[in-house]
């Protein structure tokens, strides 16, 4: 009798990412090495490859070997790429309780420091690249960031009193 080695082919889904990953043909049996990661997401750091979009075990972190150790036997396989969020420094420039934090990728931004206004101005919020932010912010910035404190006096402006904020006008 003559055997012939079983194919199979694993795909690779970016989930969540971008960038494609060509399909690795694969022989029942045999090893083979993965080529590097080449999908991207903004914000995350690559984990490896799972079996599930989400949930399940690690099946292989980039650049290792895939075996029939791995489970597939004899049939097609789609490997999931898996994100952990990176997490930032928010600092803030214009006093308050606390000089800094630390923030996560695509997670609210959560409390903000209180500050105490200089006399005749109150409090307008705090700012990132001239955007208010709350919070409920989102945080999309793929880096560390400072906030400024944003004051308003009486005529609506935003005004820098001693340094403490901002000196856009609105």
């Not at 003559?2 to 194919?7: A, G, L, R």
């Not at 340094?163 to 006008?169: C, P, Q, V």
Request: no cysteine; hydrophobic share 40%.
């Amino acid at each position: 009798a003559k055997w012939t080695p079983i194919s199979y082919t694993v795909k690779f889904n970016a989930n969540g990412g971008s960038g494609t990953m060509a399909n690795l043909a694969m022989t029942y049996g045999t090893a083979k090495t993965l080529t590097a990661n080449a999908f991207t997401r903004t914000g995350y750091t690559f984990l490896g490859y799972y079996a599930a979009k989400t949930g399940g075990v690690l099946i292989i972190e980039s650049d290792g070997d895939i075996a029939t150790a791995t489970g597939f036997g004899s049939r097609d396989v789609t490997l999931y790429a898996r994100w952990q969020a990176n997490q930032y420094s928010l600092s803030f420039d214009g006093g308050g309780e606390i000089a800094s934090k630390t923030v996560t990728f695509g997670a609210a931004v959560g409390a903000l420091p209180s500050v105490a206004p200089p006399p005749g101005a109150l409090f307008k919020s705090w700012a990132i690249d001239g955007l208010s932010i709350s919070a409920t912010t989102i945080w999309t910035w793929p880096e560390d960031k400072t906030a400024t404190v944003l004051w308003e006096h009486a005529f609506g402006d935003v005004v820098d009193y001693f340094g403490l904020g901002s000196a856009t006008l609105i």
